[in-house]
């Protein structure tokens, strides 16, 4: 996590006090999250002292942003700002980004946090809190830590059917768990079972935790299914959206955009586990082969790729692929080879484009049907999936 006063034009930077507290506050939350986890991991900070930005708008143009009819937040000014000041950019951000708006006379903006790209383990994140509430508002640090959860990808608990006043989660708005300045409340919020999961499959901040269903619900209960936040729209950046097309015709009402827009599930039965909002189901080939045409927003350089084909544990699974970029107005062979596994990893030579081809040789159905595709480069997964592929 990287501390990122901002200061509009016009506008006081913070003082040496302002960062002393912020900093303690920090290490506060760093120490709870790591107690809260039983000791098994916290995030980092990635600087021991504040890291001062002065803004290129004013006040007012922020606060005119965040109420524009045209949809754009303050917040997505204050993270394009930011990436361009680190060089960086959405894809290959390494914060989550601790922004502390400096705002003297009022709390502007209200607090909130979420993921860069949206899901788990995706990139960096971000959280913005005002120096007003840093200054003025006893329950800082209890709406740190959960403005820091949000930048890490978990969602409020009200999205697993739980009631937000009540609820023990550190994603709830329960006031029991307010803090007094650097007090701390007499029953401190917590995390539920499905908060430590959602944490455990972000490996970026938390790599050393594991979700265990023994220890980390005791109690046995039944878990809502895994829930994310979206991508941000972010000033100055490309979208995050791959797009995916097929000549080879669509079935049972899947879309090839399935292939990149959700977690992958395993091919596995009992019986018909079929679902058509997760899979790319093709039309039957005469040939045997089918094709997706895979658009990324930005220039990659691939070095393996990850195909899951068949559901059900037995039907439509790719023999064989083909991989091709697109260089000028042709396609070129990158790799061809047998699938081995219906969750194969096909190693090719390194190669960078924006347009690339995956063709997939079917069984005898003459038809295939992919549960998903990952992209990894020389260093590890780019634009993965919103919920980390966890093994067949």
């Not at 009540?166 to 401190?188: E, I, K, R, W």
């Not at 990149?260 to 091919?267: E, G, K, T």
Request: proline residues 7%.
């Amino acid at each position: 996590m990287c501390e990122a006063p901002f200061g509009p034009k016009g506008e006081p930077l913070p003082t040496r006090e302002q960062k002393l507290k912020l900093m303690k506050h920090v290490k506060w939350s760093q120490d709870w999250f790591r107690q809260a986890l039983a000791g098994r991991d916290t995030f980092r900070i990635a600087k021991a002292t504040p890291d001062v930005y002065r803004a290129r708008n004013s006040f007012a143009f922020y606060r005119q942003e965040s109420t524009s009819a045209a949809g754009v937040s303050c917040a997505s000014h204050f993270v394009g700002e930011l990436l361009d000041h680190y060089r960086v950019n959405r894809f290959n951000c390494p914060y989550v980004l601790a922004i502390l708006f400096m705002s003297p006379r009022e709390d502007f903006p209200v607090g909130g946090g979420r993921p860069l790209n949206g899901g788990f383990s995706r990139g960096g994140g971000l959280l913005h809190m005002s120096s007003y509430a840093l200054d003025k508002f006893p329950n800082f640090q209890s709406t740190l830590r959960h403005e820091l959860a949000h930048g890490f990808g978990l969602p409020h608990v009200e999205v697993y059917g739980y009631d937000m006043q009540t609820n023990p989660s550190v994603m709830a708005y329960n006031p029991s768990h307010h803090t007094n300045g650097f007090q701390d409340s007499a029953t401190p919020s917590r995390f539920i079972p499905e908060d430590v999961r959602g944490l455990a499959l972000n490996k970026r901040c938390f790599a050393k935790l594991e979700f265990d269903p023994a220890g980390d619900n005791p109690d046995g209960k039944s878990l809502y299914r895994i829930v994310w936040l979206g991508p941000m729209d972010i000033v100055g950046q490309p979208s995050l959206d791959i797009d995916v097309t097929t000549s080879s015709g669509s079935s049972h009402g899947t879309k090839p955009l399935n292939v990149v827009q959700r977690d992958i599930w395993p091919s596995k039965g009992p019986g018909v586990q079929f679902n058509a909002a997760r899979t790319w189901h093709s039309q039957a080939s005469d040939s045997g082969w089918v094709s997706l045409d895979v658009i990324f927003p930005v220039a990659v350089t691939l070095a393996r790729m990850g195909i899951h084909t068949q559901h059900s544990g037995q039907y439509h699974a790719a023999e064989r692929v083909r991989i091709q970029v697109k260089e000028g107005e042709e396609y070129r062979d990158v790799v061809e080879q047998d699938l081995k596994s219906v969750d194969a990893i096909v190693a090719m030579p390194p190669t960078r484009g924006t347009k690339w081809r995956v063709h997939l040789r079917a069984g005898k159905s003459k038809m295939v049907v992919v549960r998903g595709l990952r992209f990894f480069g020389e260093s590890g997964e780019v634009f993965p999936p919103a919920v980390p592929y966890r093994g067949p």
